[in-house]
């Protein structure tokens, strides 16, 4: 079935660091993929999205890379703040026609040192 | 706009009891989906629906029911609760009128113990 493999679990930084979060898909039909922050005991939120007729989206710190080839993307935090400790979720449009359906991945619990 | 919004936010029940998940949203979304959310295994949806009385099955559908009687309010029903249900459900919504049916919005969810 649809799967959306995450690595890694957890990923811990110093404050100023880069940080990269990579995600598999197994349907060659997605063509969405989304990733969310979620801080703790909060909900989701999505903070960047890219589509698969577009390899690499940036918005100021943040920017997330796809190949479609190889069925992976990978999100890419650049000079970490404290304030980006959260667990982070990609996800992958699943099944086939036009149901807004996500299939998550098991998400990254990212901590940055100060 | 108060966006997704969901009651009760937290919830403890016994063994066998039933209760009922409300999440009501006010963006005219025409999508909504029901997640449960557990340590180590990321959001994993459990029934969604694409319009007004319209549902159908996710991942992991097992247990519950849902129905969608009005295009805001989307229900989440426990009939039998079982320890395995123990959980934080997350209700979500997507699709506004000419807008993308993929970026789903959630509410703050509902933390359940079934003891």
């Known amino acids: 079935g649809e799967n959306v493999e995450q690595h890694p679990s957890t990923l811990s930084v110093q404050e100023g660091d880069s940080a990269v979060i990579k995600c598999t898909y197994s349907?060659?039909?997605?063509?969405?993929f989304p990733w969310y922050k979620q801080e703790l005991g909060k909900r989701p939120q999505l903070i960047i999205d890219?589509?698969?007729?577009?390899g690499e989206k940036k918005d100021q710190r943040i920017a997330v890379t796809l190949n479609k080839t190889a069925k992976h993307f990978s999100l890419h935090i650049t000079e970490t703040q404290p304030e980006d400790s959260a667990v982070y979720f990609c996800?992958?449009?699943?099944?086939?026609?036009?149901?807004?359906?996500?299939?998550f991945g098991q998400g990254t619990t990212l901590q940055v040192k100060p | 706009n108060a966006g997704v919004t969901q009651t009760p936010k937290f919830r403890v029940l016994k063994t066998g009891q039933s209760m009922t998940l409300l999440c009501a949203q006010d963006?005219?979304?025409?999508?909504m989906y029901w997640y449960r959310q557990d340590p180590g295994m990321g959001l994993r949806l459990i029934h969604y629906?694409?319009?007004?009385?319209?549902?159908a099955k996710g991942e992991v559908p097992d247990g519950y029911n849902v129905s969608r009687l009005k295009k805001q309010n989307f229900l989440l029903g426990l009939e039998s609760a079982a320890p395995s249900q123990t959980s934080v459900y997350f209700c979500?919504?997507?699709?506004?009128?000419?807008?993308?049916?993929?970026?789903?919005?959630f509410g703050p969810g509902t933390r359940l113990t079934v003891t």
């Open positions: 979500a919504s997507s699709y506004p009128p000419g807008g993308s049916p993929y970026e789903q919005y």
């Open positions: 349907d060659s039909a997605s063509n969405y």
């Open positions: 890219i589509r698969s007729n577009v």
């Open positions: 996800a992958a449009k699943g099944g086939s026609g036009n149901t807004g359906k996500l299939i």
């Open positions: 963006m005219n979304h025409e999508y």
């Open positions: 629906s694409v319009g007004e009385g319209t549902t």
